[in-house]
């Protein structure tokens, strides 16, 4: 029953736990919706403390999936996967194509994607097992590494920001903050060099963090410093719930605006709580849409062009977001919520009456020919 409770709190719609023994896999699918049509997110694999906390990640991020789906316009649903795991000992071909088949088994209900410990290669794999996978090689008729295009979104996204209290979307001598040197982050921080951002790049893996500063000249910033640093913005790029209790008290920022999901741990809590310090938060699902803007083109003919300049778009999201925010009086993660829980409930209802239109002719052709219509 605790089970099915979770599933009921936020309205799931399914989930499917994959285990096969020959492979190792064990993996948790989360589908929460497919009002806008069938869910769309990505895989992650990471090394879980435990299975429950494998089915919470994965809830949490099927969930966002849904609102970041709707709020990018796309005819996506929410779903997101998890495979439990250490993505730099235990990556192998049979592991994802064993995967790539319990995808498969749901018929289109879940198409998957890159995420968090995954790569283009394992995108490959369990393409080999289903259809119904994004994130491939251009060599395979995908668009690649999504990374860059997320980066353009946060990347357009800061800018709507930085203009919301400034007046002027200039990123130049701006000093920012960034957590995390991963692919997203790493493409993120090219952009902003351009511009002539002052940069300060953190990352678990110190390694990865020195190498990006050195390349786009920033400072290094060891990880639990990052939250200390003086800056206009602060760009969480890496994990979700790092605005909490105790990280939150320790900003120094404006802005936050980054490329993680779920960066709130408790929503409402932390939402009010960077509202008391005076930061404009931009909701994560928000601003890392392009990521899956990236994907979702793929499905219907991948023209990165177009793709750019639709994640270039973020920036009127934002200003959306943050006009409604300011002519509610309500935080900015609640007026990105609305936004998002609207444009399902109008389309819901037009999919209801697509299925009763449906289901009407139908009936009306068996009465017709029983000769009585």
Known sequence: MELFNQLAQDNHEQIVVCSDRNSGLRAIIAIHSTTLGPALGGTRMWTYVSDDEALRDVLRLSKGMTYKNSIAGLNHGGGKAVIIGDSKKEKTELLFRAYGRFVDGLNGRYITAEDVGMDVRDMEYIRMETKYVTGVSPALGGSGDPSPVTAFGVYSAMKAAIHEITGNDSLKGKKIAVQGAGHVATYLCRYLAKEGA???????????????????????????????????????????????????????????????????????????????????????????????????????????????????????????VFAMAKRENIPTYEASNRIAEERILRVGAIQRLYTGTSNLSGRLGELSAKGTA
């Open 198 to 320: 002052k940069l300060f790049v953190s990352d678990i893996f110190e390694e990865k963090a020195h190498a990006l500063a050195k390349e786009v000249k920033a400072k290094y910033v060891k990880p639990d410093d990052i939250y200390d640093v003086d800056a206009d913005v602060f760009a969480p790029c890496a994990l979700g719930a790092i605005l909490n209790d105790t990280t939150i008290p320790r900003l120094k920022c404006k802005v936050i605006a980054g490329g993680a999901n779920n960066q709130l741990l408790d929503q409402d809590k932390h939402g009010l709580m960077l509202i008391q310090k005076n930061i404009l938060y931009a909701p994560d699902y928000a601003v890392n849409c392009g990521g899956v803007m990236n994907v979702s083109a793929e499905l219907s003919g991948y023209d990165q062009a177009r793709v750019m300049k639709q994640a270039e778009g973020i920036y009127d999201i934002l200003k959306r």
